[in-house]
């Protein structure tokens, strides 16, 4: 395990780039509380962005008008993008292209979670017997799950912006929203009622399990790759993986000194990052439960009991880049932190009062943080190429598991390559 050094010197950090911000009118009214941005999210084509901007409003935007915006404004204009247009047909079956629309969405109370959707059609439900829907979602279509202060989920088509379901179960605010990452539309959602909620929208939304083992408030949750764990953190300072075959609880990652409040898996399945109010960032191998590094954002590192209080570092949220050897990090300290696995100390900082969430653009080229005052903030990632070594790394890690790897007849320095023993 490498832990972090006792001092760093965050004046020899390169800055990163700042590219452009998104803000909303600000009235005597928003200085009240109901005005944070609590979630940011792009759309896993890289076709759209969305905010939940304060007030009951969440923001779609296409990501490459954003993107031509910020470059119009003196931002970087060569960051990678994508654009996708839509299609539908006439009457005489020609086809008809569209470019993607800016939507305002209300919905009609404080926004907490958001979660972008897409469907696989040859991606069966996991209910059974199923000889009816109301809703059939096809090749194209593209949701957004937004879970609200009242406890409900609602699920929007973003291209038009309507609403297409309205779920009730969870009797307190659904902090946090995740699809499954293999196209089935396997919902999952966090809440303050200390559940979690997995949700099938091929079946019409019908709830299909509750999660239960947290104690205080679930945070945020994270589906991997495969979409067969389930990452869950909250309201105390374990880190629960779960079955989603089974729906079991796998085991509890123990580690963390406070509050773990956001989790992220790495591109290929092999990490986990969680961050706490501890001040640190640990990245697991969650296939065997240990600790391979710890990210700090306190010199010295404070005691357990210093960490398990107020200490003006709280981590508030963590997001792996997809190359998966980045990692993003958000502190009350006011910086945004670039960090590289294979080195301790950050890559690149940035400047940001009161952020509470990050995300990366699906190509991993941009970074956007989400504040207190409903703005979000993007930087360019730092530039880097990938070693051949770590993309046959991701390759093999994809679908071979820590354990898989160690039974392997190869030589110990390979093998603690490709465990990430060795970043």
């Not at 989920?153 to 038009?160: L, P």
């Not at 979409?227 to 909250?234: A, E, N, Q």
């Amino acid at each position: 395990m490498a832990s972090f050094p006792d001092s760093v010197n965050e004046n020899d950090i390169a800055k990163a780039k700042f590219i452009g911000n998104l803000q909303v009118p600000v009235a005597p009214f928003d200085q009240k509380s109901g005005r944070e941005s609590w979630t940011v999210a792009f759309a896993p084509d890289g076709s759209y962005f969305a905010w939940s901007q304060g007030h009951r409003t969440v923001r779609l935007i296409p990501w490459m008008k954003c993107l031509k915006n910020f470059s119009s404004h003196g931002g970087d204009d060569t960051i990678a993008s994508s654009s996708r247009r839509l299609s539908c047909q006439n009457s005489d079956g020609s086809q008809v292209f569209s470019e993607p629309q800016e939507h305002a969405i209300d919905c009609g109370d404080i926004v907490w979670g958001l979660g972008f959707g897409s469907s696989v059609p040859d991606k069966q439900s996991r209910c059974v017997n199923i000889e009816w829907h109301r809703f059939k979602f096809g090749e194209d279509q593209l949701l957004l799950a937004t879970g609200l202060n009242n406890g409900r989920i609602k699920i929007w088509d973003v291209y038009t912006g309507k609403l297409l379901l309205n779920l009730m179960d969870h009797i307190d605010i659904v902090r946090d929203l995740t699809f499954a990452p293999d196209g089935s539309l396997m919902l999952v959602s966090a809440s303050r009622d200390k559940t979690l909620r997995v949700w099938d929208l091929k079946d019409d939304g019908n709830m299909v399990k509750v999660l239960r083992g947290h104690q205080n408030w679930v945070y945020c949750s994270a589906f991997s790759p495969d979409s067969s764990i389930l990452c869950s953190v909250g309201a105390g300072k374990a880190v629960f993986l779960w079955n989603m075959d089974k729906y079991k609880l796998i085991q509890k990652l123990e580690g963390h000194h406070n509050d773990v409040v956001s989790c992220d898996f790495s591109p290929d399945g092999a990490l986990l990052a969680t961050a706490s109010y501890d001040t640190r960032v640990i990245v697991w191998d969650h296939h065997k439960g240990t600790i391979l590094l710890e990210l700090g954002h306190l010199f010295p590192p404070p005691s357990p009991i210093f960490a398990g209080g107020s200490n003006d570092r709280w981590v508030r949220s963590v997001s792996f880049r997809p190359d998966g050897r980045h990692i993003a990090s958000i502190t009350d300290d006011r910086l945004v932190r670039f960090w590289s696995i294979e080195e301790r100390a950050p890559q690149a900082i940035a400047s940001l009062a009161n952020g509470l969430c990050c995300a990366f653009s699906a190509e991993g080229s941009v970074l956007a943080a989400g504040t207190r005052d409903g703005s979000v903030h993007f930087w360019g990632s730092p530039r880097s190429i990938a070693s051949l070594q770590h993309v046959c790394r991701m390759a093999l890690r994809r679908v071979m598991t820590t354990q898989q790897v160690e039974s392997l007849n190869i030589p110990m320095p390979l093998r603690d390559y490709l465990t990430y023993r060795v970043m």
